[in-house]
């Protein structure tokens, strides 16, 4: 996928299933989009996670997530760190910030 097509392709979805694995240094997530009555799943993983910034304005605990936005902050040749920068945002609420090597949509690089 490229990277143009990622903001309009996932934003929206109701994420379905998230993990963190510290040991690799990746985050997972099942993203579940429906648009124009067909459901689409991606499967999004962030590869050689270096840093991560969650921030949230909502109290109590949500029903379910959802991805309001994913968008490029930067990509790897704008960055001074040659890391894929890139914000969620949950329910116009919380925000998730990931710095990392590799990104890819359903084991595609992200391009």
């Known amino acids: 996928m490229r990277r143009d097509q990622l903001h309009e392709a996932l934003s929206g979805g109701y994420i379905d299933n998230y993990a963190w694995d510290l040991l690799q240094k990746s985050m997972t997530m099942e993203v579940e989009v429906l648009d124009s009555g067909i459901l689409s799943r991606y499967q999004i993983t962030f590869e050689g996670v270096s840093r991560s910034t969650f921030e949230d304005e909502a109290l109590s605990p949500w029903e379910r997530l959802e991805l309001t936005?994913?968008?490029v902050e930067r990509a790897p040749?704008?960055?001074g760190?040659?890391?894929?920068?890139?914000?969620m945002n949950f329910w116009d609420l919380a925000s998730l910030a990931i710095r990392c090597k590799a990104v890819?949509?359903?084991?595609?690089?992200l391009r």
């Open 69 to 71: 936005e994913l968008f």
């Open 77 to 79: 040749e704008e960055s």
């Open 81 to 87: 760190t040659e890391e894929w920068e890139i914000r």
């Open 104 to 109: 890819s949509i359903d084991g595609e690089a």
